[in-house]
């Protein structure tokens, strides 16, 4: 039986087998927390935004801040994918990882002098521009380097998402991007700026959206703007259409990448854009469902009002549930036979906001495995080292052969860095 969203996770009899390796074995040899990805539900997923998108101009980059591990983004340069980037460490990373700067792109609000250095040295291929300020010294820190910056404008179309406030992007209170009624102002200045090579626009409405009318209304938005662009005389080689595109972590139906790309390239070619190189930024449905996180029981508290199962991760290793109250599925890595009982699986942390899952039916019993599901994206890349616990370890599967592709942090790593006084 296979799990909802996740195509390799699967249980064969009581157990739980993400490709061909069994979950509970892997938590026994690599210690709990553990995250396991799926290398084959990786490619699964970036094939279908590739089979979309053939025989077009396109570039389809990874939003490397869903899930940055090396061997994730190494999975991905080998696949032809480019890469979305939102700071100088993540540029020194996925160039760690193989990729090549020239199917980089950088977004972010906060872009440092020193980071648009960086990635004007190692020759990115778009700068995604978020405010006139940030123009005006990206074009002075070119000029010093003697080089014209390619730049998209990411502008702020003003559509509602329809998803979480904290993961929304594209509405006018949001600090994402320039205002849609001052973008083509924007473009007109930049095309006079001496270090700026005007490329493209680019535009990135929110998180986890399970809708195509957002994206909709946002491209339509996006194309009046171009239109009144290029009449103004400056060219745009690329629509940059940002990520978002949401996952099944309960219930959700989300179209997939194919289904939602048809409608959009249907629009573009509808209002005679065809020719343009189309560019996708997909972070979580690149890598959610391709992921899950192990954890063990250690202890179980029954109580009055509630009843708790204290596992070994927490939120420092899983921050989705406290920071968004976030629904993960999870699940036994082996069913037992025993009455379900409802539970808050808790973590170890000394917050009451460290909660995994609420009012989850299982039946458990400690030194258990539990899988915490659609951990690939947001996972291990907003892990912290709170109540100095080292991040978890990681693997990654491929048929039968399973990788360690991080090994845990330890203690001492994490206080290497500090100095006691005098
Ligand atoms: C600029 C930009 N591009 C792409 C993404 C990737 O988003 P998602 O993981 O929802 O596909 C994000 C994060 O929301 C982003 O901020
Ligand atoms: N961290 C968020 C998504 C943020 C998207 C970043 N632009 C999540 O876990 O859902």
Known sequence: MTLPGAPHLARRGRDLYLEDCQLATLAQQHGTPLY???????????????????????????????????????????????????????????????????????????????????????????????????????SQVAVELGVRAPVSLRVNPDVDAGTHPYISTGLKGNKFGIAHEQALAVYRHAAQLPGIAVRGIDCHIGSQLTE????????????????????????????????????????????????????????????????????FEPGRSLVGNAGVLLTEVLYLKPGETKNFCI???????????????????????????????????????CESGDWLGRERELAVAPGDHLAILSAGAYGMAMASNYNTRG????????????????????????????????
């Open 36 to 138: 396991v990805y799926s290398q084959a539900s990786m490619l699964d997923a970036l094939a279908a935004y590739q089979r979309a998108l053939a025989g077009r101009p396109h570039l389809i980059c990874y939003a490397m801040k869903a899930n940055s591990s090396l061997a994730v983004l190494q999975t991905f340069a080998r696949a032809g994918c480019g890469f979305d980037i939102v700071s100088g460490g993540e540029l020194q990373r996925v160039l760690a990882a193989g990729a090549s700067a020239s199917k980089v792109v950088f977004s972010g609000v906060g872009k440092t002098r020193t980071e648009m250095r960086q990635a004007l040295e190692a020759g990115v291929r778009c700068f995604n521009v978020e405010s006139e300020s940030e123009l005006a010294l990206l």
């Open 212 to 279: 195509v009318a957002p994206f909709l209304d946002a491209l339509d938005r996006i194309l009046d703007l171009v239109e009144a662009i290029e009449a103004a005389g400056i060219t745009l080689h690329h629509l940059d259409l940002g990520g978002g595109l949401g996952i099944t972590y309960t219930d959700e139906t989300p179209p997939s990448a194919d289904e939602l790309i048809a409608q959009l390239l249907a629009r573009i070619d509808a209002r005679g854009h065809g020719h343009r190189e189309i560019v």
């Open 311 to 349: 596992v070994d991760a927490a939120m420092n290793d899983l921050m989705r549930p406290a920071m968004y109250e976030a629904w993960m599925g999870i699940v036994p890595c082996t069913e037992r036979d025993a009455p379900a009982v409802t539970w808050d699986v808790v973590g170890p942390v």
């Open 391 to 422: 991040r978890a370890a990681e693997v990654m599967v491929r048929g039968h052969q399973a990788t360690l592709i991080r090994r845990r942090e330890s203690a001492a790593e994490l206080y290497a860095n500090e100095r006691l006084i005098d």
